[in-house]
């Protein structure tokens, strides 16, 4: 079998879907970017936080922010919430819910990967993150504050994007925390 049309079609969707929204995501990514830093510099941590299909975009991010993108430094405060073997959506919401209450600090920052959430689902969770007054960047869904949404796209291209903010996120975080890489 000949997968060259297929995977051409796959990567030719998702590089227009991302090529159309730089635009529109640049700016929130670069205040997502900032809020991360100065929540780390303010020695707060960041919450990976995603289900399902996006459990690897928040182990990503975590990954990369533990161990670096770009140059070898200290390890950043980092807790990955990502549940890969969920019952169903509603239980993972309800366990990253009580994981925030549970670990969340005003100051820190979630991170949520909602590409599969729905608009009730991220109530839930920053309801939970309002408590412990910890901020909520939404990537992949739309929610309250800082957020890049494609609703629009299919789960499949809302997810792939996810993967690539995590790593473009990443990078900006260590940038924005220990300043551009010398040539």
């Not at 922010?65 to 969920?86: A, F, T, Y």
């Not at 309801?127 to 739309?142: D, E, N, P, T, Y």
Request: hydrophobic share 45%.
């Amino acid at each position: 079998m000949n997968f060259y049309p297929l995977i051409s079609e796959f990567f030719q969707r998702h590089l227009n879907a991302t090529s159309m929204m730089v635009d529109d995501i640049a700016e929130a990514l670069g205040d997502a970017a900032l809020v991360s830093s100065k929540a780390i510099l303010n020695e707060r941590k960041l919450l990976s936080v995603g289900l399902g299909a996006d459990c690897a975009s928040a182990t990503a991010f975590a990954g990369l922010l533990h161990r670096g993108i770009l140059r070898e430094r200290p390890g950043l405060p980092v807790v990955e919430l990502s549940e890969h073997h969920i019952e169903s959506v509603e239980a993972g919401v309800s366990w990253v819910s009580q994981q925030i209450q549970a670990l969340g600090q005003p100051g820190d920052v979630a991170i949520v990967f909602g590409a599969n959430l729905s608009e009730q689902d991220s109530q839930r969770i920053g309801h939970a993150a309002g408590q412990r007054q910890v901020k909520v960047i939404w990537l992949g869904r739309r929610g309250p504050g800082i957020s890049i949404d494609a609703a629009e796209e299919q789960l499949e291209t809302r997810v792939t994007l996810n993967a690539t903010l995590a790593v473009c996120l990443a990078r900006l975080i260590d940038i924005s925390t220990f300043g551009p890489m010398e040539d």
